[in-house]
Nanobody
């Protein structure tokens, strides 16, 4: 079955950086778009970034544009989220998701599979 396993979360000071990884298995990785979402306490899960199968098409939420970079390494079945200039409002559980498509989905209900999430906490 499809499994998505996130890693790389942790506690960081404001202005710092983290790189999240999501390792995928049980799917043909190059036929899936990949996305990152996040959910802060008491809030709905929201879109962060997404990348198409080749890495040639990328979308970002306005709140992270210029600070976060999504990328993928198809040979390793892995997608990354490089997060720079982190702010306390970036604190959330970050989820990786996959969708069988050539497009770049940006809404939560478009995605087929989800990881278990990794906690990112940014202290002020």
């Amino acid at each position: 079955q499809v499994q998505l396993v996130e890693s790389g979360g942790g506690l960081v000071q404001a202005g710092g950086s983290l790189r999240l990884s999501c390792a995928a298995s049980g799917l043909t990785f190059t036929t899936y778009a990949m996305g990152w979402f996040r959910q802060a306490p008491g809030k709905e899960r929201e879109f962060v970034a997404a990348i198409n199968w080749s890495g040639g098409s990328i979308r970002y939420a306005d709140s992270v544009k210029g600070r976060f970079t999504i990328s993928r390494e198809n040979a390793k079945n892995t997608v990354y989220l490089q997060m720079n200039s982190l702010k306390p409002e970036d604190t959330a559980v970050y989820y990786c998701a996959s969708k069988y498509t050539i497009a770049v989905p940006t809404t939560l209900n478009e995605y087929d599979y989800w990881g278990q999430g990794t906690q990112v906490t940014v202290s002020s």
